[in-house]
């Protein structure tokens, strides 16, 4: 019954002492390997109808955005596992849309188009509406995109775990177009927040 107990402790700690292993050995090459971010930039945007109804507080909108995602790396690949962006105004959302997955290579450049349109029944308080009117005269609107995207990432043939979901924030300023004329060009903006590879997320 003893020799039993000891074998038994023997086995536990080989494990342990196995998993610490490959603990550690992730974890240098991770610190040698680390990937650069990936940069996110919106590189255009059209708002062609952005207008809030007070009688029903409703907004009605339409944008379109070209973002920008590139992968500096040499050797990684990028998978972008999910992804969705969020349009929102006065910090509320009024519109979100689920873009298509894809592999992103090394060294490469790729473009997410996102589009929304409709309307959404809003509350809007005295001073967001004070703002939405100071905005209007001027005619550029202060809209953030945000985009969550969760990923993984390529060394070769080698698929890593996936990272936990991160929220992109691209604040921006975009003209309104009215009939074709717009009152000052759009400004490619950086977006904030590509931190993936801070900390992994070894969970499937």
């Known amino acids: 019954m003893a020799r039993s107990r000891c074998g038994a402790c023997w086995l ?4 342990y002492i196995a998993f610490l ?21 919106v590189t255009d945007a059209t708002l062609t109808q952005f207008y809030f ?3 029903n507080n409703t907004l009605y909108y339409n944008l379109s955005a070209n973002i920008t995602l590139r992968n500096p ?14 349009a929102c105004y006065q910090y509320k959302l009024f519109s979100n849309v689920g873009l298509t997955p894809f592999y992103q ?18 509350l809007l308080q005295v001073r ?8 209007k005269s001027v005619g550029v609107f202060g809209i953030e995109i945000r985009l969550s995207v969760q990923i993984s990432i390529n060394y070769g043939k080698f698929k890593t775990f996936k990272f936990k979901p991160r929220m ?5 300023k975009v003209p309104l177009s009215d009939n074709g004329t717009v009152a000052e060009g759009f400004k490619t903006t950086q977006c904030d927040g590509a931190d993936f590879f801070s900390y992994p ?4």
């Not at 790396?73 to 969020?86: C, D, Q």
């Not at 992109?168 to 921006?172: E, G, R, S, T």
Request: charged letters at 25%; glycine letters at 4%; one cysteine or more.
């Open 12 to 15: 536990f700690k080989l494990i």
């Open 128 to 135: 967001d509406l004070s703002k939405m009117d100071e905005e």
């Open 105 to 122: 290579g090394h060294k490469n450049t790729s473009i997410l188009r996102p589009v929304f349109e409709g309307q959404k029944d809003m």
């Open 73 to 86: 790396n040499k050797r990684v690949g990028v998978n972008y596992n999910s992804i969705e962006a969020i």
């Open 53 to 55: 109804n007070t009688t």
């Open 201 to 204: 997320d070894d969970t499937d």
């Open 168 to 172: 992109i924030y691209c604040p921006l």
């Open 21 to 41: 292993l490959c603990f550690f050995a992730v974890f240098i090459f991770w610190l040698i390997f680390r990937p650069k971010e990936v940069e996110f930039h």
